[in-house]
């Protein structure tokens, strides 16, 4: 089933794939230069107005000297493509522009295609895994851990997965990775293999980019042979939330390399996914992002998510006692879920703030229903861990926040810092919060806490110097107001440790 992007902007007998930056007819993709297609998707993106040539430079080649004959020769190819040699679809206004003057639609997904984060959705096809144990019986072991991972990897909403029946053409030929990711017109190829290494068995797993072969991503995971069928789920489900995680890296770091003129809603979410979160002004910079993604298209459900995750923040960090960024987090959260019920990560989102407000209740519904949807994205795990620490079970949010780490094998999210430092357990609090690529005003607070609780003082405040100089007003009572506490003992705690730093109530 071919599956339509909501980025795919539609006139005559052609479409704009905005996904795969195509012009298309029908089926066939029609050659069109980098340059003369940005130009082309600007002036259907502007259709019904004169477009300067001024304007299209500035859009286009944006800090680069053109002359006009640039934006001539793509005008050229562009009808060339079009075949608009009478010029009708874009005309010339003589030392005014040009204008595109044939009506343009927005072809959205039909209701068989997912709506959610990332729009436009990362295709990958999958292989069948290679049997290396010289055992003809383990091949279908092998066939079947391939059928498991297209069966995971499906779960996830903003990936197109090849299903096995068509990936598993190239069976028995020994396909280069590279060269089948191209064939099927998909951007990431997962490429793997079975081996017996004594009495365990070996599962190994690459992850290539098709257009340049690169290798993103390789790890192998051994196990107990003796016992394969019961460790399989515990593979496929490891591997596959590591791989989810590779490929949002390698989606995100591919949207940096677009100039920002060619961005589209999906390239500013991907944008705002690769700013670091725990820095205000990479957040900043992030809301804006995701506020630009619902401006180009407003049922966009995963910036609103994102935008509603990122007020949260910020109310977190705000010392007046507003409640305003929450309050519109939760607009922002409930939008986001009614525009993609069928996404786990508006759903997290939900539970997030749902458990900033301390509506427990329907904060754990939410991250059941997030379960429910994929029960292999490690924020949902995470998210789990963290209702449980603020509700007064850190022993059991840790399971959590482990399986997180089962899942993704390079997840660091979640509040475990917090479920270490409730369950008394500060050295580990200590560790957890300190494994971060940056240090937040709320991981400086629980470092400060946990230091100052283990009687190292000097320790304990230099990081209380560091929360100040993240917030000047910082104000002990309004910080521990703002973490969802269900039990008085545990913001007590807290509190003692914050005090106990030199804090300022």
């Not at 640039?70 to 493509?81: E, G, P, T």
């Not at 900043?284 to 459900?301: F, H």
């Not at 400060?448 to 190292?456: F, I, K, Q």
């Amino acid at each position: 089933m071919q599956i339509i992007s909501r980025g795919m902007l539609c006139f005559n007998e052609f479409a704009l794939d905005l996904q795969r930056c195509a012009l298309v007819r029908g089926d066939d993709r029609i050659q069109l230069r980098p340059k003369a297609f940005d130009v082309l998707r600007y002036l259907v993106e502007h259709s019904g107005r004169v477009v300067s040539k001024d304007e299209l430079i500035q859009a286009v080649w944006r800090g680069v000297f053109v002359t006009d004959d640039s934006v001539v020769q793509c005008v050229c190819d562009i009808r060339k493509a079009l075949r608009d040699d009478a010029q009708r679809t874009v005309k010339t206004l003589p030392r005014r522009g040009y204008i595109f003057a044939t009506q343009v639609t927005r072809k959205h997904a039909d209701e068989h295609a997912p709506t959610s984060g990332l729009r436009s959705r990362l295709q990958i096809a999958v292989l069948p895994f290679s049997n290396l144990t010289g055992d003809p019986s383990q091949d279908c072991f092998a066939e079947g851990i391939t059928e498991d991972i297209v069966t995971e990897l499906s779960r996830f909403h903003d990936l197109r997965v090849r299903t096995c029946n068509v990936s598993f053409q190239a069976r028995g030929k020994a396909p280069d990775a590279r060269r089948a990711g191209l064939d099927l017109d998909f951007e990431y190829v997962v490429d793997g293999s079975v081996r017996r290494l004594g009495d365990r068995i070996r599962i190994a797993v690459q992850l290539l980019e098709a257009a340049s072969g690169g290798h993103l991503w390789a790890e192998h995971f051994d196990r107990d042979q003796r016992d394969i069928s019961a460790v399989q789920d515990d593979v496929v489900r490891s591997l596959v939330g590591t791989l989810v995680g590779r490929l949002e890296a390698a989606g995100a770091e591919r949207a940096t390399r677009k100039p920002p003129v060619s961005l589209i809603a999906y390239d500013y979410v991907l944008r705002g996914n690769a700013l670091p979160v725990g820095d205000v002004v990479a957040e900043a910079e992030a809301r804006r992002m995701y506020e630009k993604a619902i401006e180009l298209d407003a049922s966009y459900g995963f910036p609103h998510a994102m935008l509603a995750f990122l007020l949260s923040l910020a109310w977190s960090r705000d010392m007046t006692g507003s409640d305003a960024a929450l309050d519109r987090a939760l607009e922002l959260a409930r939008e986001a879920v009614r525009l993609e019920y069928a996404s786990s990560d508006c759903a997290i989102v939900l539970a997030w703030v749902h458990l900033n407000r301390r509506t427990f209740d329907l904060a754990e519904q939410c991250y059941r229903r997030a379960l429910e949807l994929n029960p292999n994205n490690p924020f949902t795990l995470s998210g789990m861990g963290d209702l449980l620490g603020y509700v007064g079970r850190p022993d059991e949010a840790i399971e959590w926040y482990r399986q997180a780490r089962l899942v993704d094998l390079h997840f660091r999210g979640g509040c475990l810092g917090a479920a270490h430092f409730n369950a008394r357990q500060y050295d580990e609090a200590i560790a957890a919060a300190s494994n971060s690529p940056t240090l937040s005003l709320w991981r400086a607070a629980y470092l400060a806490a946990s230091y100052a609780l283990t009687s190292r003082i000097e320790r304990a405040r230099e990081c209380a110097v560091e929360v100040l100089r993240r917030a000047p007003d910082f104000s002990t009572s309004r910080f521990i107001s703002k973490e969802p506490y269900r039990r008085a003992a545990d913001r007590d705690h807290l509190h003692d440790g914050l005090r106990q730093a030199g804090l300022p109530e």
